[in-house]
């Protein structure tokens, strides 16, 4: 031990000096000492030793149980050191021979005893029997205690059960209402989970961030940003960084454009960082809008970028189709960024999205397992097979498929399918067509796809196959939609949708961009 430690203890109570102990060694020379002088059979000075050695980081679990051993009438305190060590080591059956051990002595377990076991279990099995004892020793008003029950329960799906804590508590404060939102909406409930949201008597930022995240996670974009303008509308609660990516998420998700735009003035009046989460947020958010050059600036001013970062800035410059831009900027991250992930090269094959840049996409593919150890999953594989069907190597992409070394899903053959109408690959795009309605006979878009293939080809005896099919199947047609924010108000549009009151002015616009479209091309293969 260093000179300097030991050099105050003959002034310094053995508490203080447990109080500074940073290491097992400096630890047993204290007990050691402890020992020598008498003072082991002080209750107080006993429990510190033992709880260093099984709690602390730097303790030795091992030791701790040879100290616990020692103690003649171990108090809940020690039993509660115990117990923690072996269940924060994954040392279950331990840990329950343990209480097991305490209960035999007679001593009872307080709250501390009885959340440490709620945290560390899985199985709802042993939840319940956790859930028991609470109850059995009276501890069913212990906040703490109720909170943790409503999460593991709605962790283990059981929100039967989580309602049933939270209705049986007398104690409830506000983090025993959010814990049951976030239950719910980690199951899927959204409703419910706002029903328990309404019947709040008080809501703080993490409450509204709960809801907003549960609507993002289950898609209600649209609900997240509502619910976000009544927060607006609340002076008490102002949003914390949590709730603010969710409703960047959301915005990002459905192109609420004016929303987003005062979220990020937000963040720079109110003096908040670009951090990870809500840096990665906003590049997310510009480039999904197509204000790539936004969210290039914002990328330039994160003082820290990880992986997805780098990866998002990655992405968000390939749908905006700055391809080339997306894979130097790859190549930079290769030389002085993180080190790339399997998300990252999602990316990079999306900037692959051309036909001069098949082969590069190609190199790449190899690279991703060879240079950094990342086996291709089914994701890559369909950026892969759609590249090269759409740019007209059909073959090349079917042979791909046929190499994969996992079941191609219904996305690939799609692609596939695509190709082949695309460059007139007829007869195999049959047969891919007739594959993908086996293997997903309740899409409606591979339907479509086929019958378009047909009535390219004149089959108008196919075409009206197809259709009696997808009736006699029950196959609902899923019509397809856009948006656009004005003033802050996302229009929607279906196809050939006609209830806008501006529709006509809406078609005479699109026709007249369409007639501008044909004439640049006619222009263009002039000068080819």
């Known amino acids: 031990m260093r000179p300097s430690f030991w050099k105050s203890a003959s002034d310094l109570p053995y508490l203080r000096l447990l109080e500074r102990c940073s290491s097992m060694h400096e630890l047993k020379q204290i007990y050691a000492h402890v020992i020598t002088l008498g ?13 260093f050695c099984a709690v602390s980081e730097t303790g030795d679990l091992s030791y701790a149980e040879t100290v616990f051993n020692k103690i003649v009438a171990p108090t809940i305190f020690d039993f509660n ?12 059956e331990k840990g329950l021979s343990v209480y097991a051990q305490m209960r035999t002595l007679g001593v009872e377990p307080n709250a501390r005893t009885l959340t440490v076991m709620i945290k560390a279990f899985l199985r709802l099995s042993s939840i319940n029997q956790v859930h028991c004892q609470i109850m059995k020793f009276g501890h069913g008003s212990d906040l703490y205690a109720i909170s943790l029950l409503i999460t593991r329960y709605s962790t283990c799906g059981a929100m039967e059960l989580a309602r049933q804590v ?8 506000i983090v025993c209402w959010t814990g049951l939102i976030s239950g719910y909406c980690s199951n899927g409930f959204v409703d419910e989970a706002r029903c328990v949201f309404d019947a709040m008597p008080e809501r703080n930022d993490v409450s509204y961030s709960a809801m907003a995240s549960g609507y993002v996670r289950n898609d209600c974009f649209n609900e997240a940003i509502e619910l976000f303008r009544e927060l607006k509308s609340c002076a008490a609660v102002k949003p914390n960084v949590s709730l603010l990516v969710s409703v960047l998420d959301a915005c990002a998700a459905v192109g609420a454009f004016e929303e987003g735009k005062w979220i990020h003035s937000y963040i720079d009046e109110n003096g908040l960082d670009y951090d990870l989460k809500m840096g990665t947020a906003l590049i997310d958010f510009y480039a999904k809008c197509g204000c790539i050059k936004t969210a290039e600036e ?3 001013k994160m003082p820290l970028k990880d992986v997805t970062a780098w990866s998002s800035m990655i992405l968000g410059l390939a749908i905006n189709g700055n391809n080339e831009m997306g894979l130097e900027l790859f190549h930079e991250m290769e030389t002085r960024g993180p080190r790339p992930n399997a998300i990252t090269f999602i990316g990079v094959f999306t900037a692959c999205n051309h036909k001069t840049l098949v082969n590069e996409a190609l190199r790449l593919l190899g690279r991703m397992s ?12 369909g950026c ?3 590249l090269l069907a759409r740019t007209g190597q059909v073959k090349e992409a079917e042979i791909l498929i046929n190499t994969m070394p996992m079941e191609p899903d219904g996305a690939i053959w799609g692609s596939l399918l695509n190709g082949c109408l695309m460059h007139g690959h007829m007869k195999l795009g049959e047969r891919v067509g007739k594959l993908l309605i086996q293997l997903e006979p309740q899409h409606s878009g591979r339907y479509v796809l086929l019958a378009n293939m047909y009535a390219t080809m004149g089959s108008w005896e196919g075409v009206m196959r197809l259709r009696k099919m997808m009736k006699e199947r029950g196959v609902l047609t899923v019509p397809a939609w856009s948006f656009i924010e004005i003033n802050g108000v996302v229009h929607k549009f279906l196809v050939d949708d006609k209830c806008h009151p501006q529709w006509r002015y809406i078609y005479s616009v699109l026709n007249q961009l369409g007639r501008e479209l044909d004439t640049f091309n006619v222009m263009n293969d002039a000068r080819s």
Request: aromatic residues 18%.
């Open 39 to 51: 003072l082991a059979r002080f209750t107080y000075i006993t429990s510190r030793v033992l709880s």
């Open 81 to 92: 050191s115990m117990i923690t060590g072996f269940l924060n080591r994954s040392e279950f």
């Open 298 to 300: 914002i990328f330039d």
């Open 166 to 173: 939270f209705n049986e508590s007398s104690n409830r404060n």
């Open 384 to 386: 892969m097979v759609d």
């Open 370 to 381: 060879k240079v950094y150890g990342i086996f291709p999953l089914i994701e890559h594989y």
